[in-house]
């Protein structure tokens, strides 16, 4: 299975707008149901849920970033792209993709994360 790999990543102003992308191939197994994830870690914590898009199109949101972040998907580029408008200092972090299976763990796999950096 190919790694995730994600890009986009840069240093802005709060207030303004980055777009993630992440080329995620589907996930070669039986009964796999792909989904496809944003996470965000800060040095020394735990990696945070940003939002997720299923294979069906259903889509969840943290609470911290509804009304600001949008995920969507390219099939044809078998790409995930995370819109996050009205940049906050708070949003920066390190961004991840993940692809994974809803039924099993068993398949998921980790980009290698994308810096973004918002400054006040």
């Known amino acids: 299975q190919e790694q995730p790999v994600e890009s986009g990543g840069g240093s802005v102003q709060a207030g303004e707008s980055l777009r993630l992308s992440c080329i995620a191939t589907t996930i070669t197994a039986s009964y796999c149901t792909l989904r496809v994830s944003w996470y965000r870690q800060d040095p020394g914590k735990s990696r945070v849920f940003v939002a997720n898009?299923?294979?069906?199109?259903?889509?969840v949101y943290a609470d911290s970033v509804k009304g600001r972040f949008t995920i969507s998907r390219d099939i044809a580029k078998n790409t995930v792209y995370l819109q996050m408008n009205s940049l906050k200092p708070d949003d920066t972090s390190m961004y991840y993709c993940?692809?994974?299976?809803?039924?099993?763990?068993?398949?998921?796999?980790w980009g290698q994360g994308t810096q973004v950096t918002v400054s006040s």
């Open positions: 993940k692809k994974g299976c809803l039924q099993t763990p068993k398949y998921d796999q």
């Open positions: 898009i299923d294979q069906d199109g259903r889509i």
